[in-house]
């Protein structure tokens, strides 16, 4: 018997179990909650109404951010369970070179869960033909549901090449590939998630909005960060109200500094928005998207507080999942290191033991290490803090002459496009 989400959050019995879960070395024990959070909020009260992208119903309107390396299949899987299937739930970046090439990664990255719907992926692209080619493939072979673009990635590799947040400047590319991807889709909902811009001084998300509603997006998603912010400072929630005003015609949804349930009640009460994305707020914490719905539903009193004995078993069936995905255990244990860290934030594990887990190369290796601590202790206070990355003020690398001229096209083709899934 494996740690049932059911221990930790309220939702129907059972749970959507993709393959044998490793032994608990004891019951696990009743997890702890929080009572009425500090939105004034009626509890039955439903925050917002549910999302709509194109024939999907998404309620509550919570949906998982796109993570390189980190919102694989297992992850979903897990953040689905905790939240009983309701949200949306988006792949990792693929991109569209990779796709329409059928790279045998990116391939496996498409493989959804018989129980996802909707399928969700999203693409990065630069070249608006190579764009077309793979939403066309996509909506032809019945590969996905839904198809949501990257143009808020501000990592250096993609921003060199034109492409994620570096995107939206030029203003006629932009137009072209939404274009290209409404266009190709048939009957599947294209949405897409932007930064605010370059840096402060080249400011795109209002022109990027009017632009997606001129050319038919369902759904626009702001992170409200520049590139050059990366991760750092604070999220500037004004500018997904101001987007919000710019654009009423389709839904706007808030992404930056969701750490908790309350931190998405403010969102939506602040700006106006239509719904959520969150990211980093849910490393290490599944169980966010169970908060994420009681808030939603006005259930806050259902809000989830693990002991670090269920943190285990969710950390042990984590890896689980990945093997099963990987098709090998080893692999599967290896790829999960880099989530340790984000599961024990706050507890008290010693620097040896983290190191000791973040090396670990079995099952049987991460359920010893993990059997040594003290897995009486209760959440500890500031883990629902920020987690991931928090770099900032970076300067963003650039095709050269990219500022020029926020209409030209020149120089983007395929040569541009990345060859790679995934980050």
């Known amino acids: 018997m494996h740690l049932s989400v059911d221990d930790l959050a309220p939702g129907p019995a059972g749970v959507r179990d993709n393959g044998a879960m490793s032994t608990p070395t004891s019951t696990p024990t009743a997890p702890q909650r929080l009572g009425t959070p500090s939105a004034p909020q009626q509890i039955g009260a439903p925050a917002a109404a549910p999302l709509r992208i194109g024939p999907h119903l998404v309620g509550p309107p919570v949906v998982l951010a796109p993570m390189a390396g980190i919102t694989n299949a297992p992850f979903r899987t897990l953040c689905r369970e905790f939240s009983a299937g309701k949200g949306l739930y988006v792949s990792e970046m693929i991109t569209t070179r990779a796709l329409v090439e059928r790279n045998d990664k990116t391939m496996q ?23 077309g080619k793979a939403v066309r493939m996509i909506a032809e072979e019945d590969l996905a549901d839904h198809i949501d673009l990257n143009f808020g990635c501000p990592v250096p590799k993609v921003t060199r090449k034109g492409g994620g947040s570096a995107l939206p400047f030029k203003r006629n590319l932009l137009r072209s590939i939404l274009r290209e991807a409404v266009g190709g889709a048939g009957d599947l909902p294209v949405t897409m998630k932007m930064r605010k811009g370059i840096d402060d001084d080249h400011l795109t998300y209002l022109d990027a909005g009017r632009i997606a509603v001129e050319e038919g997006v369902t759904a626009i998603a702001l992170h409200g960060r520049t590139a050059a912010q990366h991760y750092g400072g604070t999220a500037d929630w004004d500018a997904i109200a101001r987007l919000k005003e710019h654009v009423p015609e389709i839904p706007v949804l808030g992404n930056g500094d969701i750490w908790s349930a309350e931190d998405a009640l403010r969102m939506v009460r602040e700006t106006g928005c239509d719904g959520v994305v969150v990211g980093r707020g849910c490393l290490g914490r599944p169980w966010l998207f169970a908060d994420l719905v009681a808030a939603f539903e006005g259930r806050p009193d259902a809000f989830v507080r693990p002991t670090l004995r269920q943190v285990a078993d969710v950390m042990v069936r984590h890896a689980t999942l990945l093997g099963e995905w990987l098709g090998d255990e080893a692999r599967g244990v290896v790829d999960f290191r880099k989530h340790v860290a984000w599961y024990l934030k706050g507890f008290a594990v010693g620097s040896e033991m983290r190191k ?26 500031g883990a629902d803090g920020p987690r991931g ?28 496009e990345l060859d790679t899934s995934g980050g």
């Open 356 to 381: 000791r887990l973040a090396i670990t190369s079995s099952l049987a290796e991460l359920r010893g290490g993990l059997d040594e601590l003290d897995l009486d202790q209760e959440w500890p206070a």
């Open 389 to 416: 990355r928090t770099s900032g003020n970076n300067r963003v690398v650039l095709p050269d002459g990219w500022l020029k001229d926020p209409y030209d096209m020149a120089g983007v083709g395929e040569e541009a």
């Open 109 to 131: 990255l498409i493989r959804f869960d018989a129980s996802e719907k909707p399928r969700s992926i999203q693409l990065y692209g630069v070249d608006p033909a190579t764009v």
